[in-house]
Each structure stands twice: as structure tokens, then as C-alpha cells.
């Protein structure tokens, strides 16, 4: 099956800076790379996504770019502020006709602390 | 607004005792999931359903069941717990079709078994 990696486990960054989170994905069939924001106390919950027909999208200060040559995606934060620190997982998925019926791979995550 | 619950946000339970947990959703989704989350292993899938009465093993299928008897309610079921299942767990739903995978999720059940 599918096999995501994702890195670094923790980042630290000053209130004001970006934030990268990068991610690999085995299966060169997978087509679908959505993000997930989880907040302390709460499930995770989507923030941003991209498919394979796309290289980059954005959404006010967040970004998603993906590289299928190299099977590399990867989650921009620009003008950190302190409610961004959650964690962030990232996904993987087959969409379309044969996909196993929506299962997501994950990542293991990232701990984003944004310090005032 | 999408809805996901959980019947309980903290469960603590003994070894041996047989644990339900339930979850139910409010949006006719065809998917559901149950995932256990770890620090440093993320999410990992337990089980899911593609529909009612049908359930697919995930990753980590050892010690748990699962039940889908209505649409809208997926059970995990612990049939002896231990201590090694003692974590956070999310249950999820999604539609199938309509080009889009989003999953929803509950809160969490933080379940401790002593």
C-alpha cells in the first residue's frame, strides 16, 4: 500500500516567519494530497488540498506545491501567527474510478509552535 | 454544519472489560473510519465501512471489531482490552464520489485502560 512520510516531526518558528512541512508518497497512482490542521482538543480537519493535474494552489497564507516526477509535496505558512500551531498532518489518496473508496494515507505529523 | 460525535471524550476502562465505542454522523455519508492516534505514529487506520454492514480491515485491525448496523453510526469494539490500546481514538466520515475525500472528524475518545 500506500507509504507517507512526512518531516520534520517538530518546527519551531518566531511569530511573523514561514513555515515548511514536507512530505513522499510511494504509490505513483496516487492523485489526490490533502492537509489537515489539528488543533489541541479537537479532530483533524482539512485546510487546504491539491490534485495531480496541479502544481501549486494557495489559500491566503497557505500553500500546497507538488512535484509527482518526484513524488514530494509540501505545506507553506507564510506570516506565522500564533493560532497556526497545531498539527499538521498530510495525505495521500487514489481518487476515480477503482480508488479504494476514499481512504487517506497519512503522514505522521508535525507539531507547529508559533512563539509571539 | 457537518457533524461527527463521539459518545464519550474520556473513557477509562479495566483490562479485560469489553469497550464500545460509538460514532455517529449527521451528513449520509457512505465512509466511515476509526483511527487510533499515538504521539509520534500519527493516525493509523483501524477499520472502515463503505457502507452499512460492510467494513474493510485498516493497519492495525488486531483486538478491535467493528460494527455498522445504520448509516450513520460505526462502532469499535474492544472484545478484551489492555493496556496497549490505552490512546486517543477518531472515528471519520467521507462521501464516496463526487471527486472530493474529505474526511470529517469527531473529537476524539481519550481511552485508558488500567
Known sequence: ?116 | DVKVTQSSRYLVKRTGEKVFLECVQDMDHENMFWYRQDPGLGLRLIYFSYDVKMKEKGDIPEGYSVSREKKERFSLILESASTNQTSMYLCASSETGRGSYEQYFGPGTRLTVT
Do not use: M
Not at chain 1, 24 to 45: H, I, M, R, V
Open chain 1, 1 to 116: 500500500g500506500e507509504n507517507v512520510e512526512q518531516h520534520p516531526s517538530t518546527l519551531s518558528v518566531q511569530e511573523g516567519d514561514s513555515a515548511v512541512i514536507k512530505c513522499t508518497y510511494s504509490d505513483s497512482a496516487s492523485n489526490y494530497f490533502p492537509w489537515y490542521k489539528q488543533e489541541l482538543g479537537k479532530g483533524p480537519q482539512l485546510i487546504i488540498d491539491i490534485r495531480s493535474n496541479v502544481g501549486e494552489k494557495k489559500d491566503q497564507r497557505i500553500a500546497v506545491t507538488l512535484n509527482k516526477t518526484a513524488k514530494h509535496f509540501s505545506l507553506h505558512i507564510t506570516e506565522t501567527q500564533p493560532e497556526d500551531s497545531a498539527v499538521y498532518f498530510c495525505a495521500a489518496s487514489i481518487e476515480g474510478r477503482g480508488s479504494t473508496l476514499g481512504r487517506l494515507y497519512f503522514g505522521r505529523g508535525t507539531q507547529l509552535t508559533v512563539w509571539p
